[in-house]
């Protein structure tokens, strides 16, 4: 379907469904989401903004929960719940879903703490006076937003109750495209000047082990996992202990390619699954980073297959 099909289809569901309470702004030209964004936050009128995507259907009780959590005025941004729904490729959903409870996990307790640091853009409540305009080229709309809500020193909180559940991508492949998507512009984020929290040392510390940890561990992993054999191939032979980690290393590399090939032909993954999912997506940042220096990653949306019902 092309781009104005789509739109135009948009449209006439908003104004179908909406019953007048729901205004469309539409642009013939595609210029991409940040740009879009914009023109919707130069007409809110509202103290709190909520973003969303086209897919998500909220629980009933959704928004009320988020809006909730700007009873505290040091609240700056609330985020919710992601669950995928089954299309096609069942592993895709329980991957992602499997990825999703690790995460929300880490959410929780970093709201109990003073801040999370991963938000939705399918699922987010800001205060507008904390929102700015967006870059046109920015690709991660949601990290830039929250990026802005840390420097001006407003939390950003989980709540686990406002749930919104959308399909899973049919192939691995749509899955993947969003991975490398994310994290090209995770690595924008860090070269954008003036972003970063520098002067919130809390903050820094949380979006440091969370984020730009995770950026980079696949390039620890590869030099961790080339002097490790350098080491065992070279005389003399060195500690036991050193020798079970490489192993331990080979073993796990050894089953995500296992789950690699059954996935690709068609077979059950089982135990599998997990070490080939957490494979591709820790070194999604690689190609990430490589689209990111050579400025691959378009911020036009490259839209995967979904069997949305």
């Known amino acids: 379907m092309s781009y104005d099909a789509w739109a135009a289809g948009s449209e006439k569901i908003a104004a179908e469904d909406g019953k007048g309470m729901i205004k469309t702004i539409h642009n013939p030209t595609r210029c991409g989401k940040a740009t879009a964004m914009n023109r919707g936050i130069a007409l809110a009128t509202g103290d709190i903004l909520l973003f969303s995507d086209a897919r998500p259907l909220y629980n009933a009780d959704a928004v009320a929960c988020l809006i909730s959590n700007f009873a505290n005025p040091d609240v700056g941004l609330a985020n919710g719940s992601i669950v995928y729904a089954a299309q096609g490729d069942s592993a895709v959903c329980s991957n992602n879903n499997a990825y999703g409870r690790f995460e929300n996990w880490l959410r929780k307790n970093e709201s109990a703490s003073g801040s999370t640091m991963t938000v939705h853009g399918a699922m987010m409540a800001v205060r507008k006076e904390l929102v700015t305009p967006l870059p046109a080229n920015i690709i991660n709309d949601d990290g830039y937003i929250a990026l802005k809500v840390m420097r001006a020193k407003k939390r950003l909180v989980y709540d686990q109750r406002a749930i919104a559940s959308t399909a899973a991508p049919v192939k691995m492949a749509g899955d993947m495209e969003r991975r490398y998507r994310i994290s090209a512009g995770r690595f924008q984020l860090l070269w954008t000047k003036g972003l970063l929290p520098w002067d919130n040392v809390a903050a820094m510390w949380r ?103």
């Open 207 to 309: 979006y440091a082990s969370h984020k730009i940890g995770r950026l980079l561990l696949p390039f620890f992993l590869i030099i961790a996992f080339v002097f490790s054999i350098i080491a065992c191939l070279s005389p003399p032979c060195p500690p036991l202990p050193f020798v079970a980690v490489t192993i331990a290393q080979i073993i796990g590399y050894a089953a995500a390619a296992l789950g690699g090939i059954l996935h690709f032909t068609g077979h059950k993954m089982s135990i599998f699954r997990l070490p080939y999912y957490v494979f591709i997506g820790t070194f999604s940042s690689v190609v990430g980073f490589y689209r990111f220096v050579f400025n691959k990653q378009n911020v036009m949306w490259k839209r995967s297959t979904r069997d949305v019902q």
